[in-house]
């Protein structure tokens, strides 16, 4: 191309590359020389105005008219001067250093202006920079599983139950029907106990199905997986470890491999170690072969919603498809098994939904929401910096102007904002990735995840790059863009003399000058507004919440879960020995008003529900199947929590399995099983109209609706407790719940309660000891999390939107100080001076609240799914914005009107 050019240009090559060499040569010695260049620079300027001046001297002019004529014609020497600088290309550096030094200077010496400007850079970067990293981790990281988006799992449906897990009845049926699933496996949850030479660990294990690990993409990083033939009833066995249950029990020794682990009493041989951080399906330690035919399984056990599947999507079915072919096999179950699994449907969940502890879908519509609040902080961010930079380049204009007129060129000015503004913007990035990295140990404090699975992976909030850098870009574009504007009314104000005369006519076209700035303003109270609305509706339902009447007294509430040994405890008879033996040990400690045990505590992950006939009330139609949430409890038990007793009496040590079958319901339950009647004497049995195995319950005593369901913790479930002494089929493994009422801080107590246990048994696992205020504190995490980070979203945004209000009165007031000092001449009050101001702000501030409305109703709408007890569209909210909205302006309108009654009205008019 070169060659090209010189050749149409007739140049030889030689002169080409001496003019280059000459060019390079000039420019190196600019910058090393810089003074000898100054000075050749000066004496051939003042070679070529002494020459022209003798030349008009020559024509007949006298010296002075010859002096001024040569001036006239070059113009400015400073701007000749300044063009032969230019024309170098060298200085490139050397004025980037000016400005930078020139811009640093200016900086500091508006602290308040460069203060603002970072802070909210700042916070805008650093907000969105955290939050979507946070997002990422949860919604789109990567899971130590391949392909997670293509896994999900299934549950069993029903109204009034919760969802359930899978029965080896649907197993059957979606691994031999359907073609949405590209393999399939089952697991269920385990509980082992690990003797050491003290107490006894739990170890969360799972029993798998063979398919298990091939579905779900992962293979051990050590030793093998499980073989088809260790999955047969005979077979050895053998068990998988968790990369941490490896690294703290045998220190990552390689050797672990074919060692034996006593678990329950067997003896398992370790085959393999999982990769650091996969513990599906539920915080797992251990792996081991699930033992079991669908098919041939009794049928009580084929229809349990016990299991856990897992499939993975064939490619090209979307999730919505394999939904509808489930459905259709559930469908098909409900027609050929009416007894049992009428009333069913099946549902799938994603492997990112499950291992969030987002069953209902609440998290991920919490976390949406926020991101786009934070967005919207984001917005407002750049709507401020932009009016920011806009007030002060519109401040800077006779400076500008001077600028220009002595020389300085419109290049050279826009280098200078454009300096001033990229150091704004990357303090403010320096600034906002602190803000970030400081927001990491808060988010975990407030952190609302509590994951089944992978809570190492999708806990791991760390600052993604690819963010800070988008967030980065967004405020330094929006930064330079608007630092580059008096640059361009520069440009297109080319008579600058008319320019300084406007500097002082401030009253001319005052309101078409402002327009835009107004907008912007108009449109970041508008948001603000919306995220106040926003933050107001979540805090008054978390308050809501955490103030909802309980039905028992969570305080000097100790819980804690005692996990029994199927080996050391196979008969129910036993577990209940041992049982009583710790109730009356923990009975007598000193600080111990009372004790009792239950099957689920209250606020307990999980739950179980039954299905319960009354007598003499059959279901109104034969689809219709009561539910209750069931517990089996200890006489003392509906004492310690404090439930109130509306009704007969309740659970006693003499309903024992020997005495007549008894039980004690809740409101809710009496209300919906026997309306009006007195429900103390009548009957009632779990299961159907037709299923005979369980007992007919006599009811005892009915006690006010209590909130112990933590997935059901904002509505009142009827309730049926039985005594644990008349347990029936019990299951394999039991995990009892013990609650200890104390005098005192539930936290004094909690040694001498271990000690007591282990005194009866020395190797007794004591698990999940918690008070039941910290228990119920997580239950609202999410809740509270969304409220406080909304509540903080909102006040940041009202605090950004009256400091653009601020900046747009203050404008305006400077604008128009001719006009004010004009009517304060002429006779006017100060409060007519301060109701033009008020006027104005109270204008854009009503602007800004109309503009607000569709937000606000888009808000609710988002935002209704999570609120409880609270209106989307709650006046007092409402009201309680629009006062808000009056302080803030009324507060940012405060400072310009002080600086307007302080204008002298004749060194105004004199500036006229």
Known sequence: MRRSWARRAQIPLRKVCMRWLTKLQLRFRSIFQRDAVEGDLDDELTFHVEAQIAQNVASGMTGEEARYSTLRGMGSVTQVAEQCREARNVD??????????????????????????????AVGIGF??????????????????????????????????????????????????????????????????????????????????????????????????????????????????????????????ANAIGQSLDLDGRSYTIIGVMPRGFDYPTLTQAWVPLDLDPEAAPMPQ??????????????????????????????????????????????????????????DGRVTRAIVALVLAIGLLLLICCVNIASLLLVRGVIREGELAVRAALGAS?????????????MLSVCGGIVGLLVAWGMRPLFRMLNPIQ???????????????????????????????????????????????AMLRQREQRAAGVAARRGWLSALVVA???????????????????????????????????????????????QQSQKMAFLDRVLDRVRTLPGVESAGVTTFLPMQDFSSDTVFTVEGHPPRNRSDVPIAALRHVSAGYAETLGLTLLNGRMITNQDRAATLPVAVISEEMARQSFGNEDPIGKRLRRGRQQDTSYPWLVVVGVV????????NFRIARPVLYIP????????????????????????????????????????????????????????????????????????????LAAIGLYGVIAYSVTQRTGEIGLRMALGAQPWSVIALIARESGMLGALGLALSLPLIFAVARLLKSVLFSVSAGDPAILLGIILGLILVTLIASFAPIMRALRLDPLRSLRCE
């Open 302 to 359: 084929r229809i349990t919603h016990a299991y856990i599947f897992v499939g993975r999507l064939q490619n090209g079915v979307s999730r919505h498809q394999a939904e509808q072919d489930v459905r259709d096999v559930a469908g098909r179950l409900a027609r050929q098994f009416p007894q049992t699994e009428r009333g069913w449907s099946y549902g799938l969940l994603t492997m990112r939904q499950w291992s969030i502890g987002d069953d």
């Open 410 to 422: 419109s290049r050279r000015i826009a280098q200078q904002l454009l300096t001033e503004g990229a």
């Open 92 to 121: 490139l550096l050397e004025t980037t250093w000016y400005d930078l030094r020139f811009g640093a200077r200016t900086l500091a010496k508006n602290r308040a202006f460069t203060a603002v400007a970072v802070l909210t850079l």
């Open 451 to 497: 994951p089944h699975s992978f809570g190492q992976i999708v806990n791991d909030f760390r600052i993604d790059g690819r963010v800070l850098a988008f967030c980065l870009g967004v405020s330094i574009l929006s930064g330079l863009i608007f630092s580059l504007l008096p640059t361009l009314k520069l440009v297109k104000l080319r008579n600058l003399s």
């Open 704 to 711: 006010k609706d209590a909130k112990e369901d933590r997935l």
């Open 524 to 570: 970041e109270i508008a948001i603000a507004v919306s995220l106040s609305f926003g933050g107001a509706l979540l805090t008054k339902s978390f308050y809501r919440l955490s103030g909802l009447y309980l039905g028992f007294r969570p305080e000097h509430l100790l819980t804690l879960q005692l996990p029994l040994s199927v080996t050391e405890y196979p």
């Open 128 to 253: 969105n920079t955290f939050s979507f990293s946070a997002v990422n981790a949860l919604l789109f990281g990567g899971l130590p599983v391949k392909d997670p988006d293509r896994l999900v799992l299934g549950e069993a449906l029903r109204e009034g139950f919760d969802p359930g897990g899978t029965s080896l009845l649907e197993y059957a049926a979606l691994r031999n029907e359907q073609k949405a699933f590209a393999s399939s496996a089952l697991s269920i949850d385990r509980s082992f106990l690990l003797r050491g030479n003290t107490e006894a660990e739990e170890v969360h294990a799972a029993a798998i199905s063979p398919a298990f690990f091939e579905t779900l993409g992962t293979a051990p990083i050590l030793g093998r997986s499980l073989s088809l033939e260790e999955s047969r009833a005979g077979a050895p066995a053998v068990v998988l470890l968790s990369y941490g249950f490896w690294q703290r029990r045998f220190g990552g020794d």
């Open 724 to 799: 644990n002494t008349q347990r029936t089929n019990p299951p394999s493994g039991t995990l009892m719940g013990l609650v200890v009422r104390t005098t005192s801080e539930p936290s004094l107590t909690i040694n001498a309660v271990r000690a007591s246990i282990h005194d009866i048994n020395p190797f007794q696992p004591v698990i999940k000891v918690s008070s039941m205020e910290a228990m119920l504190n997580s239950v609202l995490s999410a809740d509270r999390f969304s409220a406080r980070v909304m509540a903080m979203l909102a006040a940041v945004g009202l605090f």
